[in-house]
Nanobody, 128 residues
Framework: QVQLVESGGGLVQAGGSLRLSCAAS????????MGWFRQAPGKEREFVAA????????YYADSVKVRFIISNDNAKNTVSLQMNSLKPEDTAVYYC?????????????????????WGQGTQVTVSS
């Protein structure tokens, strides 16, 4: 089992920045890919970004590419999402996820079904 706890959400004005963190515990060595997803009210959960924990690739949704940066610290078992130039449409609950599969492409990493563990989520609200 892997436990994931997100932090860092909050309220920010459009154009501002937030940094989300995800702390992993438990059998973290089995988690090969870490991802961030988000879900806005009335919408389906969507992929935001993912990273291979062994230092391989990073993958982004087109809507956040350039603005968001995903990173991980294996020593601390944390994954972070630096969000810059935030827009009101970025408002959502953001979820951290862990997969036992090493993904090689964005198309493979973006499927929520491919993740085995999920955090409880953290709210991000961007005001206009």
């Amino acid at each position: 089992q892997v436990q994931l706890v997100e932090s860092g959400g909050g309220l920010v004005q459009a154009g501002g920045s937030l940094r989300l963190s995800c702390a992993a515990s438990g059998r973290t060595f089995s988690s090969l890919t870490m991802g961030w997803f988000r879900q806005a009210p009335g919408k389906e959960r969507e992929f935001v970004a993912a990273i291979n924990r062994s230092g391989g690739g990073t993958y982004y949704a087109d809507s956040v590419k350039v603005r968001f940066i995903i990173s991980n610290d294996n020593a601390k078992n944390t994954v972070s999402l630096q969000m810059n130039s935030l827009k009101p449409e970025d408002t959502a609950v953001y979820y951290c996820a862990a997969s036992n599969v090493y993904y090689y492409t964005t198309s493979a990493a973006r499927s929520a079904a491919g993740y085995d563990y999920w955090g409880q989520g953290t709210q991000v609200t961007v005001s206009s």
